[in-house]
């Protein structure tokens, strides 16, 4: 009989706030909470606000910190004081399309002058020496100009445009 493996721990940010008072308003931290899958991260996190944190299940939260999860100093709970308001894997936020790119002098001079713009040699130096790394746009506007087209996604550097 073939032995499953033991699902991988991942640590989650779990942001808290605690409960307002008379004498102090809500305070919201933000934690790290081990557990092997979001659902039981929830229900964990949840369980430790309304009970406290209980050292003998390993139920706890712990600081966010550039340390290790075992290095990281524990975040003490007392219960019923704080309430769970939102939670997500460490390291797994949103990667996008590219929003914004790089056009070149040349290509923005180029432009410049595909448009009829008059243009003095002074003017053109300022702008050679004003973006002489580049200046950045949206993808919405390359495109718009002709340079980047619909299907160029792959966050090409328009440098060799």
Same mark, same amino acid.
């Given at each position: 009989?073939?032995?499953?493996p +033991?699902? @991988?721990?991942?640590?989650?940010? $779990?942001?808290?706030?605690?409960?307002?008072? /008379? !004498?102090?308003? %809500?305070?919201? =931290?933000?934690?790290?909470?081990?557990?092997?899958?979001y659902?039981?991260?929830?229900?964990?996190?949840?369980?430790?606000?309304?009970?406290?944190?209980?050292? +003998?299940? @390993?139920?706890?939260?712990?600081? $966010?910190?550039?340390?290790?999860?075992?290095? /990281? !100093?524990?975040? %003490?709970?007392? =219960?019923?004081?704080?309430?769970?308001?939102?939670?997500?894997?460490?390291?797994?936020?949103?990667?996008?399309?590219?929003?914004?790119t790089?056009?070149?002098? +040349?290509?923005?001079?180029e432009?410049?002058?595909?448009?009829?713009?008059?243009?003095?040699?002074?003017?053109?130096?300022?702008?050679?020496?004003?973006?002489?790394?580049?200046?950045?746009?949206t993808?919405?506007?390359?495109?718009?100009?002709?340079?980047?087209?619909?299907?160029?996604?792959?966050?090409?550097?328009?440098?060799?445009?």
């Amino acid at each position: 009989m073939r032995a499953t493996p +033991e699902p @991988k721990q991942r640590i989650y940010l $779990v942001t808290l706030q605690s409960k307002a008072t /008379a !004498a102090q308003e %809500p305070i919201i =931290a933000v934690v790290r909470y081990r557990s092997t899958d979001y659902n039981e991260a929830w229900v964990g996190a949840r369980s430790v606000c309304r009970l406290g944190t209980n050292i +003998e299940r @390993k139920r706890e939260f712990r600081e $966010v910190s550039e340390a290790l999860w075992d290095d /990281a !100093a524990p975040f %003490p709970v007392v =219960a019923n004081v704080w309430t769970v308001r939102n939670i997500f894997v460490q390291g797994t936020r949103k990667r996008g399309k590219q929003r914004m790119t790089v056009l070149s002098v +040349e290509k923005l001079l180029e432009i410049i002058s595909q448009r009829d713009v008059p243009m003095t040699d002074e003017l053109r130096a300022q702008i050679a020496e004003a973006a002489s790394e580049g200046i950045r746009i949206t993808v919405a506007s390359a495109r718009r100009m002709g340079i980047q087209q619909e299907e160029d996604e792959d966050g090409d550097d328009l440098r060799s445009a």
